[in-house]
């Protein structure tokens, strides 16, 4: 199986256009994240969603939005790109039904650079 | 101060070393410890659950210090596929499964 695919695998983006991070899985998990891992940062959360239809803000939400129309697709969008957003972008997910040992899957990441 | 707190290294040691990296979190409501492993310019994959009663896998073994708040890696037997960041990570608890990572503690093994 594929686990979780994201796309692109790496952008460079002018500043002040607007940009849509893929991301799908197909092991059926009901939670989905994004983070960021900057260096010296570690990875921070950006949005999350515990089910289809609902999402949440994490850490660090400010200038991204998220969907999640069904339960394998969860795309990031930045409206309005700024240098600040130059980072590597992990989508994850979770079947976080059973408690709190659930493992987190990461996709491969996408490397964006903002100029 | 950071909610999960680690050495970032890196930690240099020869093949067939014992290596400790320890990690504190900050939150006590924190409901469940793990340690991730990632390669470099590759994704973070799960290396092992840590619980109360500790736990090993192999070379690998981890302890909880609830009271203390810190948590702990030995890897016995250094081999250089060992060389890579560990990552320290915390769920801590409520809705979502959400976690908290550390920054990371860079290894590198040396033959």
């Known amino acids: 199986t594929a686990g979780i695919t994201q796309a692109p695998t790496s952008q460079i983006l002018a500043a002040g256009r607007s940009m849509t991070l893929r991301c799908t899985q197909d092991?059926?998990?009901?939670?989905m994240y994004w983070y960021r891992q900057d260096l010296g940062l570690g990875l921070r959360l950006i949005h999350y969603s515990n089910t289809a239809g609902t999402t949440g803000k994490g850490e660090v939400p400010d200038g991204y939005s998220v969907s999640r129309a069904n339960t394998d697709d969860f795309p990031l969008t930045l409206a309005s790109a700024v240098p600040s957003q130059t980072s590597v972008y992990f989508c994850?997910?979770?079947?976080?039904?059973?408690?709190?040992?659930?493992?987190?899957?990461f996709g491969p990441g996408t490397r964006l650079t903002v100029l | 101060r950071k909610e999960v707190e680690q050495d970032p290294g890196p930690f240099n040691v020869p093949e067939g070393a014992t290596v400790a990296f320890n990690c504190t979190y900050s939150n006590s409501a924190s409901q469940s410890f793990f340690w991730y492993r990632q390669d470099c310019r590759k994704e973070p994959k799960l290396l092992m659950s840590v619980y109360s009663s500790g736990n090993e896998d192999g070379r690998f073994t981890a302890q909880l210090n609830r009271a203390s708040q810190y948590i702990s890696l030995l890897i016995r037997d250094s081999k250089l596929s060992d060389s890579a960041t560990y990552l320290c990570?915390?769920?801590?608890?409520?809705?979502?499964?959400?976690?908290?990572f550390g920054g990371g503690t860079r290894l590198m093994v040396k033959p």
């Open positions: 990570v915390v769920n801590r608890g409520g809705a979502g499964n959400m976690l908290t």
């Open positions: 092991m059926r998990h009901n939670a």
């Open positions: 994850a997910s979770s079947d976080a039904r059973g408690g709190g040992y659930n493992e987190q899957f």
